[in-house]
T-cell receptor
Framework: GENVEQHPSTLSVQEGDSAVIKCTYSDSASNYFPWYKQELGKGPQLIIDIRSNVGEKKDQRIAVTLNKTAKHFSLHITETQPEDSAVYFCAASRTLNSGGSNYKLTFGKGTLLTVNP | ETGVTQTPRHLVMGMTNKKSLKCEQHLGHNAMYWYKQSAKKPLELMFVYNFKEQTENNSVPSRFSPECPNSSHLFLHLHTLQPEDSALYLC?????????????FGEGSRLTVL
């Protein structure tokens, strides 16, 4: 099955700095890579995702890059703000049309990001 | 009401108790999921229901029993749990299981087993 490794487990930055979280995956057939943000006391919420036919995707201050050859993908947050403080999870999955028998999203262990004012 | 609603938010139970967690989604989705979230561990998929049919049981012990009476409601029945089952249980929904797309999570039910 798929295995997703996420680093670092904790990350502390100053407001305005950039933050980068990296993930690697093991299943070369995985083709969908979402990132979720979980604030304290809440459930995870999708912030951005990327599919294997794209190398980079950007949404305002958030960007994700994917290197299929190396099987790793990264989340980049620029101009960090205190409200970016949360736990971020990466995930990977196949879909039915890529040989998966069912939808099964495998998550990383999460990164606790703290943005200091 | 909007999104995915889970009740209760907090639950404390003894090892011999029987309790249930409830999840309701108001998004018109066809797939619903139970995940277990423990400290310093990845989110663990427990069960998947697609159009009310269970399509995934991720080797979950039988002391956890899911029920999906319709596409909007999902239950997790708990009995004779162990202290290691203490965790945050998250319900999620999506348009369709099998098609990669956004999972919408509830805020979770924090379970403590004494």
């Amino acid at each position: 099955g798929e295995n997703v490794e996420q680093h670092p487990s904790t990350l502390s930055v100053q407001e305005g700095d950039s933050a980068v979280i990296k993930c690697t995956y093991s299943d070369s057939a995985s083709n969908y890579f979402p990132w979720y943000k979980q604030e304290l006391g809440k459930g995870p919420q999708l912030i951005i995702d990327i599919r294997s036919n794209v190398g980079e995707k950007k949404d305002q201050r958030i960007a994700v890059t994917l290197n299929k050859t190396a099987k790793h993908f990264s989340l980049h947050i620029t101009e960090t703000q205190p409200e970016d403080s949360a736990v971020y999870f990466c995930a990977a999955s196949r879909t039915l049309n890529s040989g998966g028998s069912n939808y099964k999203l495998t998550f990383g262990k999460g990164t606790l990001l703290t943005v200091n004012p | 009401e909007t999104g995915v609603t889970q009740t209760p938010r907090h639950l404390v139970m003894g090892m011999t108790n029987k309790k249930s967690l409830k999840c309701e989604q108001h998004l018109g989705h066809n797939a619903m999921y139970w995940y277990k979230q423990s400290a310093k561990k990845p989110l663990e998929l427990m069960f998947v229901y697609n159009f009310k049919e269970q399509t995934e049981n991720n080797s979950v012990p039988s002391r956890f029993s899911p029920e999906c009476p319709n596409s909007s409601h999902l239950f997790l029945h708990l009995h004779t749990l162990q202290p290691e089952d203490s965790a945050l249980y998250l319900c999620a929904s999506s348009h369709l299981a099998g098609a990669a797309g956004e999972l919408f999570f509830g805020e979770g039910s924090r379970l403590t087993v004494l």
